[in-house]
């Protein structure tokens, strides 16, 4: 008996830790059921999102996607998930999970800090200025963009309620909405489904939280048909809506850092992405001059296709023939080969690389993709 | 270290090995006395100081074949590495990302596999528990100098690091994995948390060490059990299949110091360090504690 005795903390230990564990977890349920009450249209919900557009906080971002794609960190060299230079870096954000520190005070001052293991990426920007800059590569890219006040007189001027009912409208055809309550971070949120009616699209489900108070998206997940785990989530794992210190906005490129500077001379012309590090480094000079054809929708809403033409001017890609050895290595190991070309199937949309140089994309099967490209 | 080793310094400190009654007035006196006769011993072995030698050559080794071939690897191997050249202090960045995977837990599994299994092996234990010394006394003595082992080896190599970077290389400002710099303050105040990160980020290893040596008599299977597991740890954290089994490995975190080189601080990894060491500290401590206690000691 004394024997068993002198056993029983090494048996409460593991229960007090898992008990420990998760009672954040009961705790966070508790909140989430006590918030029961009327739950607002979807429009007023899209409404509260725009006018979010003010708002300042700061918050841990994680990010997963589950795309059916392999995770290709260990095809790059050994040490390094990230530190590829673009489309590398763009696959990097679409297969392995992420964690990233985002301060927003207020619509011109914004930073992301992509949190990779002994690294960081960083997407600053304070008003005109846009900084973005990679540890790994000890680079840095300087983006001024014109007078964005310029810019901001063209937009419309409509209200959100305006906006979001417009959109509403537009959707309802092919979409249902439901919006129901739950948590997120701590915080209450308004969760809005959206769910496509067509059979065509390979998306079962779109799902936005947003904070009742504030109106900031905490969680956006897009559900794959088939599949249990989200084919991409973005969720706020905790926030804070006190404004971020004014230094997390400022950045000053360390001594010995190769840094970039561009200037946007077109007025009124975007500030570019600031959510993906890897489209902004994107170089001209893999533009070809000629024809101006630009790319075109086939067909409508959920099932509608992207179709680039080739050696358009919003193609970076100009035909199987022209790729580098790494990069065809890169998309060898990808995708698969189809009749006059090679395509990409994720669990959420297709892209087809033809042999002639055009680029089909959407939220359908690749056969879908196949048929419009004949 | 020989039988004879050990008696030697059971020798030397006669008060605590021999304490007559845990109730006497010496032993109300010199509370800490087993304590400082368990760090005493530790430190004083050849074995110990030699660990702790191989562990400071390691950033030695790296300044050096950087001085030497004056490359900084062109972007390639450890982290940091690239750095120094222009900064020596990377040296004590770079020597800790090269020993967290293997030099550092080979070195801890060695002490905390020893810790009940040398004396048992030695046949000192039966002597140190008739002192009388309680089971549980014993057991925290014994982890303490597992902590202690820990964090001497992090600052070895972090001092050894800073200055043979400072001998070796230009120092200056520190700049940051954000992009930032940090002068003088900055960079001794980051180096301590980072060295108190990373011999945190030790101690539930160093309590499955102590576990697996109450389960034997003979130290080097405990030590190479240990070890085992610290590398297997390491291979299951890379494989992405098993992601939902990562945050529960104990070595997820050991690479998580470089959230105290961004700029604000991000200490999300260090709570989440903390919490998951301590919860191997309860378990495993729990589990030597349990098994120690039952055991009989029979050398």
Redesign the interface.
Request: aromatic fraction near 6%.
């Given at each position: 008996m004394k024997?068993l005795l002198?056993?029983?903390?090494?048996?409460?230990?593991?229960v007090?830790?898992v008990g420990?564990?998760a009672a954040p977890a009961f705790a966070g349920a508790r909140t989430a059921e006590s918030a029961k009450s009327g739950t607002p249209s979807a429009s007023a919900v899209l409404a509260l999102v725009a006018k979010s557009g003010t708002a300042h906080y700061s918050g841990?971002l994680r990010q997963t996607s589950d795309l059916g794609l392999p995770?290709l960190?260990s095809l790059q060299?050994g040490?390094g998930a990230g530190?590829a230079d673009g489309t590398a870096g763009i696959l990097d954000l679409l297969t392995?999970?992420h964690?990233a520190?985002v301060y927003v005070d207020g619509p011109r001052k914004q930073r992301v800090?992509v949190?990779d293991?002994?690294?960081?990426r960083?997407v600053i920007r304070n008003g005109r200025q846009v900084w973005v800059?990679d540890?790994?590569?000890?680079t840095?890219l300087h983006v001024t963009s014109p007078t964005t006040s310029a810019a901001r007189a063209d937009a419309p001027t409509t209200t959100p309620q305006d906006l979001a009912g417009r959109l509403l409208s537009e959707a309802k055809n092919d979409t249902t909405f439901r919006v129901t309550k739950g948590s997120v971070a701590g915080r209450s949120v308004f969760t809005l489904t959206a769910t496509p009616k067509p059979a065509g699209t390979l998306v079962s489900k779109a799902i936005v939280s947003v904070d009742t108070k504030t109106g900031v998206p905490l969680r956006v997940e897009l559900d794959a048909r088939g599949q249990a785990t989200p084919a991409a989530s973005v969720s706020f794992s905790s926030i804070d809506f006190r404004r971020p210190?004014a230094k997390?906005f400022t950045?000053?490129?360390?001594?010995?850092?190769k840094v970039t500077t561009k200037r946007l001379s077109t007025p009124g012309a975007n500030t570019p992405n600031t959510s993906t590090p890897g489209t902004v480094q994107q170089s001209p000079d893999n533009r070809r001059p000629g024809s101006f054809e630009g790319p075109s929708v086939i067909g409508s809403g959920w099932t509608s296709i992207l179709a680039v033409p080739a050696g358009s001017s919003g193609s970076a890609f100009g035909g199987l023939g022209e790729l580098t050895a790494d990069q065809s290595h890169l998309v060898n190991e990808l995708t698969q080969k189809v009749s006059g070309g090679r395509g990409l199937q994720t669990s959420v949309f297709s892209l087809l690389l033809t042999d002639d140089g055009r680029v089909y994309a959407g939220a359908v099967p690749l056969s879908a993709l196949e048929s419009a490209a004949r | 270290m020989s039988r004879a080793e050990a008696a030697a310094a059971a020798r030397e400190e006669p008060d605590a090995r021999t304490e007559p009654h845990p109730e006497s007035a010496q032993g109300r006196l010199r509370p800490f006395a087993l304590l400082g006769s368990e760090l005493g011993r530790l430190f004083r072995r050849g074995r110990t100081i030699a660990m702790l030698a191989a562990l400071a050559a390691v950033p030695v080794l790296i300044a050096v074949a950087v001085r030497v071939t004056n490359a900084g690897g062109g972007?390639?191997?450890?982290?940091?590495l690239?750095s120094i050249t222009?900064n020596g202090l990377f040296v004590a960045f770079t020597a800790l990302?090269v020993c967290i995977p293997l030099f550092l837990p080979l070195t801890l599994g060695v002490v905390s596999g020893d810790t009940v299994a040398g004396e048992a092996s030695h046949g000192t234990l039966r002597y140190l528990l008739i002192a009388p010394t309680g089971r549980l006394r014993l057991l925290l003595v014994k982890y303490a100098g597992v902590i202690a082992f820990a964090l001497a080896a992090t600052v070895t190599v972090v001092l050894v690091g800073v200055l043979i970077g400072a001998l070796l290389f230009p120092v200056?400002p520190i700049?940051l994995?954000?992009?930032?710099?940090v002068g003088t303050a900055g960079f001794v105040g980051r180096t301590t948390l980072m060295a108190g990160y990373v011999a945190m980020s030790l101690l539930g290893f160093g309590a499955i060490g102590l576990f697996a040596s109450t389960l034997t008599t003979v130290p080097v299977g405990a030590m190479a059990g240990t070890v085992v597991l610290a590398v297997v740890s390491q291979i299951l954290d890379a494989l992405?299949q098993l992601?939902w089994l990562h945050p529960w490995l104990f070595s997820h975190y050991w690479?998580g110091f470089?959230?105290l080189l961004?700029d604000?601080i991000?200490w999300?990894s260090y709570g989440q360090n903390a919490?998951l060491q301590a919860?191997y500290v309860?378990?495993f401590?729990?589990?030597a504690?349990?098994?120690f206690?039952?055991k009989d000691i029979l050398s």
């Open positions: 024997r002198k056993w029983l903390p090494a048996l409460v230990a593991p007090v830790v420990a564990m841990t995770d960190s060299t040490s530190s392995a999970p964690t520190k800090q949190l293991s002994l690294a960081e960083d800059w540890s790994k590569k000890n840095a210190a997390n950045f000053t490129p360390p001594k010995g850092a | 972007g390639r191997g450890p982290a940091f690239g222009h990302v200056g700049t994995l954000s992009g930032d710099t992405p992601d690479l470089g959230d961004r604000p991000v999300d919490a919860g309860v378990v401590g729990g589990l504690y349990a098994r206690a039952t």
